[in-house]
């Protein structure tokens, strides 16, 4: 199973003024906002800020606006498993619990760490897995009998590529825009990877112009990201670039939330043939993630979300 304790990372709500966070509030109990007529307030922010005292002005200020983000989704997520009478007992968290301190200690990466210790440093704790853990179970029971087998089966006709190992290897050269905040600075971003690309397009080998303009690590290997699945840790705008993609092509400019990217793809290995039965797991728990990500969106549309400046 599962858990929520990232979905913050993979489903980023963007519903207030990005500079309303920023700084603290000597108010503990001050208001930051409702969501559905329920109050997060900066008490509730501080105490998971926690983890993060160590960080500069700008990184903290980020890492509070996504702090913010997961408890508006935890929020959502609690309102609506109480209307939908979604019960979960305290034994049902424990076992999950248990079964993760197994895995834990049965890993051979992991098992000198407690769970304690691998939350903390992801900027989490107990409670908050158990919360994200009793989500989970609730949200599993709601979608138990929607995802049938065929449902289940359609779902894997529509997504094959999610389960036949294709795959592509990819470079890429990315203009970081984390920490702008003006329009005019990601318009000139926005220029700079243009002007890249019109080098590119001019002859300019794709390894060398990595190395000397991207921002990322990757960047001293000429770019080169190796082979990344449909499924993975990328942004969506990225991955669907990449396999939209001849070998040799270079997109145009891609932006994701880390800046804009200019994605090569050196070379392709075709999915194999796979059958429903083969991976009939993989897909329920697909199809339970897309399920679940589609109800945190209409969750969020429909939710009365009011930011108190």
């Known amino acids: 199973m599962k858990y929520l304790v990232t979905l913050s990372i993979c489903f980023v709500l963007t519903i207030y003024a990005p500079d ?12 930051i906002v409702t969501v559905n007529g329920r ?3 900066q008490e509730d922010v501080a105490r998971r800020m926690e983890s993060y005292k160590n960080l500069n ?18 929020t ?3 309102d609506f498993i109480d209307k939908q009478g979604l019960v979960v007992s305290q034994d049902e968290i424990e076992s999950e619990v248990s079964k993760v301190r197994k895995n834990i200690a049965g890993s051979g990466e992991m098992n000198a760490q407690s769970l304690e210790k691998i939350l903390i440093a992801v900027g989490s704790n107990l409670d908050e897995f158990k919360k994200s853990v009793k989500h989970s ?7 138990r009998n929607k995802l049938d087998d065929k449902t289940l089966e359609i779902f894997f006709e529509e997504n094959k590529n999610l389960f036949n190992d294709e795959s ?18 990601l318009s000139q971003a926005l220029k700079q990877i243009k002007d890249v690309k019109r080098e590119l397009n001019q002859g300019a ?3 060398e112009m990595a190395k000397k303009y991207s921002h990322c690590p990757s960047a001293i290997r000429g770019g080169d990201l190796g082979y990344i699945q449909r499924k993975g840790s990328f942004a969506k705008q990225f991955l669907d670039a990449a396999f939209s993609l001849k070998e040799g092509e270079v997109s145009e400019p891609v932006q994701t939330e880390y800046g804009y990217h200019l994605i090569k793809v050196t070379d392709k290995k075709e999915g194999v043939k796979v059958s429903f039965k083969e991976v009939k797991e993989r897909v329920r728990q697909e199809a339970l993630d897309s399920s679940i990500l589609g109800l945190l969106d209409s969750l969020k549309k429909d939710a ?4 108190n400046k």
Do not use: C, W, Y
Not at 57 to 74: A, S
Not at 137 to 143: N, T
């Open 20 to 31: 309303v966070f920023s700084g603290e509030n000597p108010n503990k109990n001050s208001l």
């Open 57 to 74: 002005i700008e990184t903290l200020d980020t890492v509070r606006n996504e702090i913010v983000d997961q408890l508006i989704t935890d």
């Open 137 to 143: 179970i609730a949200l599993e029971k709601h979608f």
């Open 39 to 41: 109050k997060i307030t």
């Open 76 to 78: 959502l997520l609690e």
């Open 304 to 307: 009365q979300i009011v930011v």
């Open 168 to 185: 592509v290897r990819v470079s890429h050269i990315l203009t970081d825009t984390n920490g702008m905040k003006t329009q005019e600075e």
């Open 205 to 207: 080998p794709f390894e």
